[in-house]
């Protein structure tokens, strides 16, 4: 990660979940908190968000899925984002995440879980931690 560039987050709604108000309030609290941001929309294939990420060269990926169906999109997406050497992006999702999935998803390669009850501040506030971390793991 480059400190003489923002911190970029592709946030994508992947499957065929149509609820974005919740995304775009938080893409909203990432670009106020400085980060370069760039959101999907809606009904994203696992294809379409490795290849966004990719192009735009993100170094967050971020999933935000209220549909229930966080398990299956994300065992896809690990195999897509190991495919496209994508596996040095933090990986974070958002969205009704049963605590009893977090161990599961953790263990898939999902670096951070935010459930509906996250305030935008603690997602900013972790976002930024996370990708200080990493960068100064690249930089060591």
């Given at each position: 990660m480059s400190k003489t560039r923002k911190i970029r987050i592709l946030l994508a709604k992947p499957g065929l979940d149509g609820h974005d108000v919740g995304a775009k309030v938080v893409a909203r609290a990432l670009i106020d908190a400085g980060f370069d941001v760039r959101y999907t929309g809606l009904r994203q294939s696992?294809?379409?968000?490795?290849?966004?990420?990719r192009d735009f060269d993100a170094d967050v990926i971020a999933l935000s899925i209220l549909s229930g169906s966080h398990m299956p999109i994300c065992e896809r997406l690990k195999g897509l984002i190991d495919a496209y050497q994508l596996t040095d992006r933090l990986w974070v999702v958002g969205g009704?995440?049963?605590a009893a999935d977090h161990a599961?998803?953790?263990e898939i390669g999902v670096d951070a879980i935010y459930n509906t009850s996250s305030s935008l501040?603690?997602?900013v506030a972790a976002?930024?931690?996370?990708?200080?971390?990493?960068?100064?793991?690249?930089?060591g």
């Open positions: 696992g294809e379409d968000i490795v290849n966004a990420a009704n995440i049963p599961a998803l953790r501040a603690e997602i976002i930024k931690e996370k990708t200080s971390e990493q960068a100064g793991q690249d930089n």
